[in-house]
């Protein structure tokens, strides 16, 4: 079932880099920039993510926290991390429970059968736990409009 903008954000319960359990309750209070990548490592999620790094205390002065997650272990991710410095949670969802839970499960990433990936997509939550803004890519080479996701926060 696709999410829709005004829908209320399914919530998670994901391990971050240091096997430490986050819950989508704990950002609340905030508006939540949660970013869906495809595959750590990959230059294009590297990419994305380096500009949500920079863009980091910008989107923070919109009152607003960046949490990514991708399916990848958190061992993949902590080197993902430790590599470009991130400055924002990035989880781990083994499983692809969240990101079917979010409906953006990409099956067969490369023609690769049951190598499933999420779809490279951004929501924003809103302080009151709905999506206030959602972009879903079918193609895993393209990123969002950063300016969009800044204005939509502004």
Not at 66 to 73: F, L, M, Q, T
Not at 89 to 102: F, M, V
Request: a negative charge; hydrophobic letters at 40%; aromatic letters at 12%.
């Amino acid at each position: 079932m696709a999410l829709n903008v005004g829908d209320i954000a399914p919530k998670f319960e994901l391990p971050d880099i240091d096997l430490k359990m986050r819950t989508l309750d704990e950002f609340k209070g905030k508006k939540i920039v949660l970013t869906f990548i495809v595959a750590a490592s990959s230059p294009v999620c590297e990419n994305e993510l380096c500009n949500f790094r920079d863009s980091w205390s910008e989107i923070s002065n919109l009152g607003a926290q960046i949490v990514a997650i991708s399916n990848d272990g958190p061992f993949a991710n902590k080197a993902f991390v430790q590599k470009n410095n991130f400055n924002f949670p990035l989880l781990a969802d083994y499983n692809s429970k969240t990101i079917r839970d979010y409906d953006v499960l990409m099956p067969h990433l490369l023609h690769i059968k049951d190598y499933n990936a999420a779809k490279r997509s951004v929501f924003i939550i809103m302080e009151d736990g709905k999506i206030g803004y959602k972009w879903v890519s079918e193609d895993p080479l393209k990123e969002p409009n950063y300016d969009e996701i800044k204005k939509f926060l502004n």
